[in-house]
């Protein structure tokens, strides 16, 4: 991508972290960084973002159907509703030359599923990739934060009933944590990890000024 045809190809941007680690706050802010430059830009969250997702969502956050869900069958609906928003949404988006932001993409499965559920690592890829076909994020930015103070932040909302996702212990949190810095570790290009302890507005200009150096300063 450069800045004479900044979206010829369109980019895939993923932002991942635990509960409460501001990700809705800086893809809003990303967001309109762009759009005031003048891109074209699409949010999705998973899961959900399609008619079938969002029915898959509510069986995996909300319904009473969803108590006694084996993490197996998890892997398999949270993979399900995104092979349906690959192909519905992102792809015809991607094909249109956009930027998606999406909140959470694969390394949600590969974290929540895979390390603090405890599945193992191959066919939790193997379902991973067959969920997104080729579509790998150019970029995903981790917002990195302690458990303890996310779950803070969660329950400060206050505007909801925890869902089933948020009714975990501690331990699992810091499983997740500890699953993303891990693959930030493994693949230093494509992730990036920034600090969400700090000021909302001193994370928007380090994400800004990523995205910068990374797409727009290259020609
Ligand atoms: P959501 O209400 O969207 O919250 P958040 O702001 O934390 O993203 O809830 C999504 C929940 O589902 C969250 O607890 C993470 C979990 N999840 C997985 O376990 N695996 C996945 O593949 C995805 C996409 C989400």
């Not at 956050?61 to 869900?69: L, Y």
């Not at 076909?133 to 994020?137: I, Q, V």
């Given at each position: 991508m450069s800045a004479e045809h900044p979206q010829k190809n369109g980019l895939l941007i993923s932002f991942e972290g635990s509960e409460g680690s501001g990700k809705t706050t800086q893809i809003r802010c990303l967001s309109a960084r762009l759009e005031d430059a003048g891109y074209d830009v699409l949010i999705t969250r998973e899961p959900g973002g399609t008619e079938i997702g969002e029915q898959v969502r509510h069986i995996l956050?909300?319904?009473?159907?969803?108590?006694?869900?084996t993490p197996e069958t998890e892997l398999l609906l949270f993979a399900a509703a995104r092979a349906q928003l690959v192909r519905e949404v992102i792809m015809p988006a991607l094909d249109a030359g956009r930027i998606i932001l999406c909140d959470r993409y694969l390394d949600s499965t590969t974290v929540y599923q895979g390390v603090a559920r405890s599945l193992s690592e191959e066919p939790v890829t193997v379902i991973n990739r067959f969920a997104v076909?080729?579509?790998?994020?150019d970029w995903t930015i981790i917002l990195d934060l302690p458990p303890e103070v996310g779950l803070q932040r969660v329950r400060a909302r206050g505007n909801d009933l925890p869902d089933r996702m948020e009714e975990e212990s501690i331990e699992f949190y810091r499983a997740v944590r500890e699953g993303y810095l891990l693959l930030a570790d493994d693949l230093p290009d494509r992730y990036s990890v920034f600090d969400?302890?700090?000021p909302v507005e001193l994370i928007e200009d380090e994400i800004w000024e990523e995205m910068q150096e990374r797409y727009f300063r290259r020609d």
């Open positions: 956050k909300h319904a009473d159907s969803g108590r006694g869900m076909g080729p579509l790998m994020p969400s302890e700090q």
